[in-house]
């Protein structure tokens, strides 16, 4: 949690009070604004006006709380930490002027006073206004003088994509190398979080440093090319099929082959390799011999069918595709650890015999693995203490599905397309492979401003330029090799402000400087990196403030294959994707769900493609709560009870009428980022969509409070449970913000599948019904249906809901709300910023132009980036 946040935080258990403290508060506003507003202040009860308690503090606020406040709140010991005694009205100051502002908000909601009848609605509005324009004027104030946020350093995702870009290395993989950025209002792109520490500092230097080292050509050719072709036995290893005579076996003509005709058999290039299992550590299976000596992409060609295992071994052609993938790891065995990730995308493998190719990535001693998706892994159990053993789960209706491989090939690491490659041109130009000169003094001062022309985003003055090159000389002096002493001057460069950080744009008359930028600005926030040429043109000509060359350049952007890592980005923090994988289903619980891969990734892509859409389709903000599509692929359908789909690739489907899902609230993965993989949390997940849809986070709990911890073993409900807990006055009024909206998601389990009881570990419990069965990994499983769920509730304003469907009704009601959020999340991202109290005018502005169309989304975006928000000074032409 930043300083910021913590602050925030205490600002609004500040606010956390019995009704007399709230009172207080409201008092002290009001006279305190009328009087800064020039309105007519009411004595209070015909009292005369003492002296105040400061010199900041208009008299009338002094009187009343002398009258009225100080007993409770003074000093020290001020009830609720409020010491309205030094609490001024100093609006300059920073933190005071939050602090004001929270109060506003307060106001504004209708939660102060907290009895309504004690303001009009006349005189509520009169104290907004003359609170709002006090405000407003102060923080505008600081805004023209220090600007709307201080500079911000690129996240280590943008100085990797930056790098990429800069030096034509696209597969650079530095990032891991920097410390994690630290996260601010949710998202790792503020700027008050971005700090910079000497520590973070040698990390950029070394992760410079090994960037354009990998630039540099290693030798007079590139990295020998090898090719592997695997037949028969050489397809797999190693013989241990980690998983039963079922998870793999060789075939010929659609039967097994045993083990000593395999023997004889090794090299028949008629044998198909069938794999009936899932890949999972410590499971491995992978080509026979083969193993990366380079880095790099090597192209993997193979011949494969889709099949069913029936009784006995046989195979028969499947009825559907099969997805699968490959996985990069270390040749080892289940006792060596490692990284294994997946690489070369995913493909549907079809029925019919045909070859397939893809592109995956290496690293020296890796090799890959066969990683079929969304099938059984067979785990060793222990059965009355025997040895281990295997137990392949029943066969579906029909056989097993999975893929028969009938020969491999391997291709890499595929070379450039000339040599040196471009990275190393990047560095020296037409030196060539021996990076040597005549004449390094003018060779050096050439080829550190061609780099920094290459790297720089915005032109760099004469005078920062001679400190890079007086760093070269010293070292050509010090008797340096000519390429390390080039090397050193450009990994300085890399790691100075000029390439670290995002200049804020500001005043048109400033030129080019501005224009650049802006372009920046606009790369970063929809593609991630560095303008691209095309936006650097635009931007020495000075055309980035022209508003139809901005909205041109936007949809561009937008239309682009970069978009993929705004919306990647944008959804790992903003809606927590980044953490999908963080819990896993408890498998006493949801033993469905063990080691099922792939619906959790598939879950993953459905949001990111979802909210693609929401942008590229121009969708109204109310797709947020409610939509009458998804898009799901074969497993998504079967956990959405959808009819049947074919594939692994996304597909957009009209849901039924009574389908309960729809929208982004009640996604999959939104369900399990907001569940802990054992149990479900009205508290928590109604506060997550307060927070992250609605934008209205509610205050954080007491540190005196204990978490609700659900009974798993099914005796209480969690409403039953909640009821208990929010008992106190205290407890029940901030439950009542957030636990209606999580009550309505109780009909959604762990990972979003649909439920309408509650399960448990415990069979004992009346009203309990026992289910068994044998889970993905071969091992029994016994849990008990429970409680049925309830998902009815009432919002905090007094509307009622039967269930889910007619939350969404409720919710959906107010798309500028919607969008507003949305709209406050995007300013945050893209300048680093969260939206100011003076900015807030133009968002209200922005609302307004996008009303008449239903709030669209992307219409959202393009009114962002040409506000003064977005642009700085004067906005648009």
Not at 216 to 230: E, F, H, I, Q, S
Not at 267 to 296: C, M, N, Q
Request: aromatic share 8%.
């Amino acid at each position: 949690m930043t300083n910021t946040e913590t602050a925030t935080a205490q600002q609004r258990r500040f606010f956390v009070r019995p009704m007399r403290s709230a009172c207080a508060v409201f008092l002290l506003l009001f006279l305190c604004t009328a009087s800064s507003a020039g309105a007519e202040v009411p004595e209070p009860l015909g009292a005369e006006i003492p002296e105040p308690l400061g010199a900041e503090i208009p008299k009338p606020l002094g009187t009343l709380i002398r009258q009225t406040c100080l007993d409770c709140h003074d000093g020290e010991s001020a009830e609720g930490g409020l010491d309205l005694a030094s609490l001024g009205f100093t609006l300059d100051d920073r933190e005071l002027r939050d602090r004001w502002i929270l109060i506003h908000d307060r106001i504004d909601a209708g939660e102060m006073p907290p009895d309504p009848t004690m303001l009009s609605d006349s005189n509520r509005q009169t104290l907004l206004k003359a609170l709002n324009d006090a405000i407003a004027k102060a923080d505008g104030v600081d805004l023209i003088t220090n600007g709307r946020g201080p500079l911000r350093r690129l996240t280590r995702e943008e100085y990797e994509q930056n790098l990429r870009d800069v030096l034509k290395l696209p597969l650079l993989d530095i990032r891991d190398m920097l410390p994690e950025d630290r996260v601010g209002h949710r998202f790792n792109k503020t700027a008050t979080a971005l700090d910079m520490s000497r520590v973070q500092l040698a990390a950029y230097l070394d992760a410079a440093e090994a960037a354009l080292k990998q630039a540099m050509a290693d030798g007079p050719k590139p990295p020998l090319v090898t090719k592997y072709r695997a037949v028969g036995i050489r397809l797999f290893t190693p013989k241990n099929t980690f998983g039963g005579p079922k998870a793999m076996f060789f075939a010929k003509d659609n039967k097994a082959v045993d083990a000593k005709e395999l023997e004889t058999l090794k090299d028949d290039s008629t044998l198909e390799l069938a794999l009936f299992r899932s890949a999972h550590w410590p499971y491995f299976g992978y080509p026979r011999g083969f193993v990366a000596k380079f880095p790099g992409e090597y192209r993997v060609r193979f011949s494969a069918r889709a099949v069913m295992q029936t009784d006995g071994h046989q195979l028969q052609p499947a009825t559907k595709p099969l997805p699968m993938t490959f996985r990069a790891r270390k040749p080892s065995g289940p006792d060596v650890s490692g990284d294994v990730r997946g690489t070369g995308g995913i493909m549907d493998i079809q029925p019919k015999t045909a070859i397939y190719e893809t592109t995956i990535q290496l690293l020296p001693t890796e090799t890959f693995e066969y990683s079929l998706l969304g099938l059984p892994v067979p785990l060793a159990r222990n059965v009355n203490g025997g040895p281990p053993t295997y137990r392949y789960p029943p066969f579906p209706e029909g056989g097993q599905p999975g893929v028969a491989f009938q020969w491999l090939e391997i291709e890499g690491p595929l070379p450039p397309e000339s040599w040196p490659p471009p990275s190393h041109r990047v560095l020296f130009d037409d030196i060539g492979l021996e990076v040597t000169s005549k004449n390094p003094i003018d060779d050096a001062g050439r080829l550190l401003r061609r780099f920094v022309n290459l790297a720089a985003r915005e032109p760099i003055p004469e005078q920062a330029l001679v400190r890079f090159e007086q760093l070269i000389e010293r070292r050509l002096k010090q008797g340096s090799p000519f390429s390390e002493a080039m090397l050193a001057g450009y990994k300085t460069f890399l790691c100075s402000s000029h390439f670290l950080y995002l200049r804020e744009p500001s005043d048109p008359a400033t030129g080019n400087i501005d224009q650049y930028a802006i372009a920046s600005r606009l790369s970063h926030f929809l593609a991630n990196t560095r303008p691209d040429p095309a936006l650097m043109e635009l931007a020495t000509a000075g055309q980035l403030r022209d508003a139809d060359t901005l909205r041109r350049e936007t949809d561009r952007l937008i239309s682009s294959p970069s978009f993929d890592r705004f919306v990647e980005n944008f959804t790992d923090y903003w809606l927590d994707l980044r953490n999908i994988r963080r819990d896993e289903a408890d498998i006493r619980l949801h033993p469905e769900y063990r080691f099922d891969d792939y619906l959790v990734e598939s879950m993953e892509r459905e949001t990111r493609a979802f909210f693609t859409a929401m942008i590229r389709d121009n969708l109204s903000a109310g797709v947020l709560v409610d939509a009458d599509f998804v898009y799901a692929n074969d497993r998504l359908a079967l956990h959405y009870a959808l009819d049947p789909l074919s594939g692994s690739q996304l597909q957009k489907v009209l849901l039924p009428d009574d389908s309960p899902y729809g929208g982004l609230l009640t996604q999959a993965a939104i369900m399990k980022v907001t569940a802990n993989g054992t149990s479900t949390s009205p508290v928590i997940r109604g506060a997550w969509i307060m927070e992250r849809l609605l934008g209205q986070p509610p205050p954080p709990p007491p540190t005196s409070i204990p978490a609700v911890e659900p009974d798993i073993r099914g005796a209480r409900t969690i409403r039953e449970l909640l009821a208990l807990h929010t008992k106190s006055d205290s407890c029940a009024g901030c439950h009542a913000r957030f636990d209606p909206i999580g009550f309505a998601l109780e009909n959604f389990d762990v990972l979003g599948g649909w439920r309408i009881r509650y399960r448990g570990t415990e069979k004992h419990f009346e009203n309990t019904v026992p289910v068994t069965g044998i889970d993905r990994a071969g091992h029994d499983f016994a849990y008990t249906l429970a409680e049925p769920v309830d998902a009815s509730g009432q919002l905090l304003d007094g509307r009622r809901f039967r269930d889910i469907h007619k939350l969404k009704a409720l919710l959906a009601s107010n798309t500028r709300q919607l969008a507003g959020n949305l709209l406050h999340q995007f300013t945050l991202y893209s300048t680093g910023t969260p939206v100011r109290f003076s900015d807030r005018a133009e968002i209200e502005s922005i609302l307004d132009a996008c009303e008449s169309d239903g709030y669209r989304v992307r219409d959202l975006i393009h009114s962002l980036v040409q506000s003064r928000i977005f642009l700085g000074k004067d906005g648009c032409r």
